[in-house]
């Protein structure tokens, strides 16, 4: 496992944040900001989840496409839709007040890892299926 | 912007991989090969606006969570939450067939950028939103 130290914590204010105001109930303050804090745990579980999910099914399309372009020995990388993307993203991300920058580094840790994934899999694709 | 080389590449493979076999159409293997690529950035460009927006709803959320935790000085870190959160999207990765090290690392990657925002907003959340 790697280091963690910190899960939660502030990221950027807007000026229509989520409203964490606890109104105490029967235990009092404590008892309600406890409350509100597991609600909003049971959230970023939800929200952590269907990342999960989008990035396995990401995956699931990027590999299709590296197959494709070794089938049909159609070059691996595109300068132009490269750039698209992350110009998509930085958009994106400023609409759904996301910090651009941030949306760039998340689009460079996916293709990161997938690069990292590349080359054992390209010998399978090339060999097309053989063992 | 980021150094970019490659967006598009294989990742996993499994048994249930999308088929991205090609039916020659009118213009022949290559322009099919063609229309199947671009069907599959159309897709991936779906399924990162929907990464982008859930990873922006996370954010929302998580600084609820600091602001709230500031509010009532509750400790920031919570080792036991921290640990389960690991084990929990290790888990869901191997049920998408995702790798699980790389949900993991996706986690601390998250964390890591929670982290270098953290100091300057804990500023505002501490002072209770005063100037």
Same mark, same amino acid.
């Given at each position: 496992?790697?280091?963690?130290?910190?899960?939660?914590?502030?990221?950027?204010?807007?000026?229509?944040?989520?409203?964490?105001?606890?109104?105490?109930?029967?235990?009092?303050?404590?008892?309600?900001?406890?409350?509100?804090?597991?609600?909003?745990?049971?959230?970023?579980?939800?929200?952590?989840?269907?990342?999960?999910?989008?990035?396995?099914?990401?995956?699931?399309?990027?590999?299709?496409?590296?197959?494709? %372009?070794?089938?049909?020995?159609?070059?691996?990388?595109?300068?132009?839709?490269?750039?698209?993307?992350?110009?998509?993203?930085?958009?994106?991300?400023?609409?759904?007040?996301?910090?651009?920058?941030?949306?760039? %580094?998340?689009?460079?840790?996916?293709? %990161?890892?997938?690069?990292?994934?590349?080359?054992?899999?390209?010998?399978?694709?090339?060999?097309?299926?053989?063992?």
């Amino acid at each position: 496992m790697l280091p963690i130290n910190i899960q939660e914590h502030v990221h950027v204010s807007d000026s229509t944040a989520i409203d964490t105001t606890v109104a105490p109930p029967q235990g009092g303050i404590q008892e309600g900001a406890r409350e509100t804090l597991l609600a909003l745990r049971r959230s970023i579980d939800n929200i952590d989840a269907a990342l999960i999910y989008m990035l396995a099914e990401r995956f699931r399309h990027t590999q299709a496409v590296g197959e494709l %372009k070794a089938r049909h020995a159609m070059p691996a990388a595109d300068t132009e839709r490269e750039a698209r993307q992350v110009r998509r993203l930085r958009d994106l991300a400023a609409a759904a007040q996301l910090d651009p920058d941030f949306a760039e %580094k998340f689009l460079a840790f996916i293709i %990161k890892e997938v690069i990292r994934h590349h080359e054992a899999i390209a010998r399978k694709t090339n060999g097309n299926g053989a063992p």
